[in-house]
């Protein structure tokens, strides 16, 4: 009877064992489970996967970092029913403080993202594809959706693009080392060297708000930057005298005209109004409905922060400069033009 009792005493003593036991081997699966999940790599096609049948994705050749910090940018071509439709892009990011549930799935330190950027060098989606859970940098990719090439190229300081704690600085740096790859892959070295040199013009930072001014117009109406409020502005600079500048400055004008409705249009033409070729750009700028803004001595363009023609300079409804640069075509406002025109509510 004695040793009955011990063996029912002894398998009372084991079940704590034995559940203590499936209990470990379930909290490793779980754990495993989780790592594996963590370290799921989402596709880069996914970016585009919502934008409907005909879409296509296909690796291409990776294109190269300018800086050559990274080497390349590897890069899928986006075809929509059969036309070229932009890119996507990958690139790895460094988080210096990884959350508490990272550090217990092994989440790496270095997050990957993936970028996709349209023909119209839009920026149409951006995400995180490295781990792919948790993802906690939401905030710091959805600041750049909508934003352009122009404008990551030039913005460079700390208060746009903020937003990711300690992935927003070394992002907004790695970001703008692919939008100038982009662009010195499509134009070259000296093309980008310029763009920087006119995004940095005093005054007009990209994303920053235009410098107030007050001015006349021919037609003696009174302009300032509080009446361009509400509307989308263009400021088109010419020298008139100059026949490449006047041409060039007639050419966005008649494009203005043709793809712009409801927007504030004004030409800033440096020269005496007594000189025939500011005579017939007024009359000729008028006819393409700007506003135009006779400046002799540069003083109107002093306060806009411009004196270089030909020159545009594009805002938005609240005057925050969207594009400053050249008013040809390869310095990229009608790129940035027909983005706007694309996205304009």
């Known amino acids: 009877m004695s040793q009955k009792n011990n063996m029912h005493v002894t398998a009372r003593r084991s079940h704590p064992l034995v559940w203590g036991v499936v209990a470990l081997v379930v909290i490793i699966a779980l754990w495993t489970t989780g790592v594996a999940v963590v370290r799921r790599r989402e596709e880069p096609a996914s970016l ?20 050559g910090q990274l080497g390349a940018f590897p890069r899928w071509k986006v075809t929509r029913d059969g036309s070229f ?42 995400r995180q594809v490295y781990p792919r859970w948790p993802a906690s940098s939401t905030a710091f990719t959805a600041q750049y959706v909508g934003s352009n090439l122009y404008q990551l190229i030039g913005t460079d300081d700390g208060d746009t693009f903020a937003a990711g704690g300690d992935l927003a600085g070394p992002g907004r740096q790695i970001m703008r080392t692919l939008a100038g790859s982009i662009y010195v892959a499509d134009v070259g070295e000296d093309a980008f060297n310029r763009l920087v040199a006119e995004s940095n013009t005093p005054g007009l930072r990209l994303q920053k708000p235009f410098p107030a001014f007050r001015a006349t117009s021919a037609a003696g109406q009174q302009l300032d ?4 409020k509400g509307k989308y502005t263009a ?58 803004i006779v400046d002799p001595e540069r003083a109107i363009g002093k306060q806009m922060r411009q004196t270089e ?9 609240d005057t925050n400069v969207l594009f400053s640069g050249g008013a040809l075509e390869q310095n990229g406002v009608y790129t940035v033009l027909e983005g706007i025109l694309k996205g304009a509510k």
Not at 225 to 228: F, N, P, R
């Open 85 to 126: 439709a932009g890119y996507i892009y990958t690139f790895p990011l460094g988080s210096s403080s990884p959350s508490l549930l990272n550090r217990l799935l092994l989440a790496p330190r270095a997050m990957e993202f993936a970028v996709y950027i349209d023909n119209l060098y839009a920026v149409q989606s951006m």
């Open 48 to 67: 585009v996967s919502s934008l409907g049948t005909g879409i296509t994705v296909e690796k291409v050749e990776d294109l190269p970092d300018r800086l």
């Open 225 to 228: 930057t509080a009446s361009l």
């Open 235 to 292: 400021i088109v600079f010419s020298e008139p005298t100059c026949g490449s500048c006047y041409q060039a400055a007639m050419e966005l004008l008649t494009t203005l005209k043709l793809r712009t409705s409801g927007w504030n249009v004004i030409a800033v033409a440096f020269g005496e109004a007594e000189i025939d070729p500011v005579k017939r750009f007024v009359k000729e700028a008028g006819e393409q409905g700007a506003q135009v």
């Open 309 to 317: 023609a030909p020159y545009a300079v594009l805002l938005d409804k």
